[in-house]
């Protein structure tokens, strides 16, 4: 498992928007703002939009908004959003990886899901409000 571009631009875009319709965010403004790249970012903000975590209003003076406030929002929870399927053990992912999988006995499949569900049980504790904090204090 490894935190790829997907949850760290997620991340960084998420932190520039507030909880409300007031305040809204475009996303040429965060791009520009966090240094990132649109058409990513438009695609990452679809499959967050989709899961009720942002929403936008259209138009010239619209934008994006959270729907959560930031302090429900984990790092975990953004992960599952945006990657694909973080938390999967490799050999119940992909078949190509099967043939290097010791499917019949698998000693290994408890304990990797162990770890990935302790890894996930400490990205839930952390949410988008503790990261603007940090962010605010440096």
């Known amino acids: 498992m ?6 760290e631009y997620s991340v960084r875009a998420l932190v520039t ?6 305040s809204l965010r475009s996303i040429n403004e965060i791009c520009t703002m966090q240094n990132l790249p649109k058409k990513y970012v438009e695609q990452l903000f679809r499959k967050l939009k989709k899961d009720l975590v942002i929403n936008s209003v259209p138009g010239s003076k619209g934008g994006y908004y959270l729907m959560m ?10 992960m599952e959003i945006v990657e694909n399927h973080p938390y999967e053990v490799s050999c119940e992912r992909s078949k190509i990886e099967l043939e290097y ?5 698998c000693q290994y499949r408890h304990l990797w899901h162990e770890v990935y569900s302790n890894i996930k049980n400490y990205l839930n504790t952390i949410t988008l409000q503790d ?4 962010i605010d204090k440096e």
């Open 17 to 22: 928007l507030k909880e409300s319709r007031d």
């Open 101 to 105: 999988c010791q499917i019949e006995n």
């Open 131 to 134: 990261i603007k904090n940090r």
């Open 69 to 78: 406030p930031a302090h429900e929002i984990t790092l975990g929870f953004i």
């Open 2 to 7: 490894q935190l790829t571009t997907k949850t």
